[in-house]
T-cell receptor, first 114, second 111 residues
Framework: EAGVAQSPRYKIIEKRQSVAFWCNPISGHATLYWYQQILGQGPKLLIQ????????DSQLPKDRFSAERLKGVDSTLKIQPAKLEDSAVYLC????????????FGPGTRLTVL | QKEVEQNSGPLSVPEGAIASLNCTYSDRGSQSFFWYRQYSGKSPELIMSIYSNGDKEDGRFTAQLNKASQYVSLLIRDSQPSDSATYLC???????????FGSGTRLSIRP
């Protein structure tokens, strides 16, 4: 069974530029999560999708971050414009159901904002 | 008070000994608790989940939950160098139905 795929693995941009991350969850997993993990901290949930609907986006900075999950499969997370404090690893995870049990994480995208 | 609190470490344990990792949380109504392991430069992987008071064992790992005292712990028996990693505690907050991760405890197993 293929795991959660993410791309790119690394991205370096300058502040005020835009960036997008892509995630393809495990086949058949209805729930998809995007997390932000700053160095030395635990992952922080940004947004949770159930199929193609948003379940929780309470911690998503909506003035600059956006996410979509068209057709209930893969998802993109966008930052526009980026700030220095957005430097982090962006993790995508998926699970078979709406519960948080058995979340499977992708390899992450390491973003550096200069 | 942090929502989910862990000692950042590093916790250094000799090989073959028991490593004990602790986590406290502030939401008394929380019902679901998880331990993730994260190797440096890698993504987290789930190693244990626990929902009821008491102990839950899986191989060399034992999770312990005490809801009255609002703490959850992870014991690793017969520690191996491959256990060296950061261990993240995660709690589902009943009040907001969202998952909160602690900052993790860095564990180092010395030969």
């Amino acid at each position: 069974e293929a795991g959660v795929a993410q791309s790119p693995r690394y991205k370096i941009i300058e502040k005020r530029q835009s960036v997008a991350f892509w995630c393809n969850p495990i086949s058949g997993h209805a729930t998809l999560y995007w997390y932000q993990q700053i160095l030395g901290q635990g992952p922080k949930l940004l947004i949770q999708f159930q199929n193609n609907g948003v379940v929780d986006d309470s911690q998503l900075p909506k003035d600059r971050f956006s996410a979509e999950r068209l057709k209930g499969v893969d998802s993109t997370l966008k930052i526009q414009p980026a700030k220095l404090e957005d430097s982090a690893v962006y993790l995508c995870a998926s699970s078979p159901s709406t519960t948080y049990n058995e979340q499977f994480f992708g390899p992450g995208t390491r973003l550096t904002v200069l | 008070q942090k929502e989910v609190e862990q000692n950042s470490g590093p916790l250094s344990v000799p090989e073959g000994a028991i490593a004990s990792l602790n986590c406290t949380y502030s939401d008394r109504g929380s019902q679901s608790f998880f331990w993730y392991r994260q190797y440096s430069g890698k993504s987290p992987e789930l190693i244990m989940s626990i929902y009821s008071n008491g102990d839950k064992e899986d191989g060399r790992f034992t999770a312990q939950l005490n809801k009255a005292s609002q703490y959850v712990s992870l014991l690793i028996r017969d520690s191996q160098p491959s256990d060296s990693a950061t261990y993240l505690c995660a709690v589902i907050y009943s009040s907001a139905s969202k998952i909160i991760f602690g900052s993790g405890t860095r564990l180092s197993i010395r030969p």
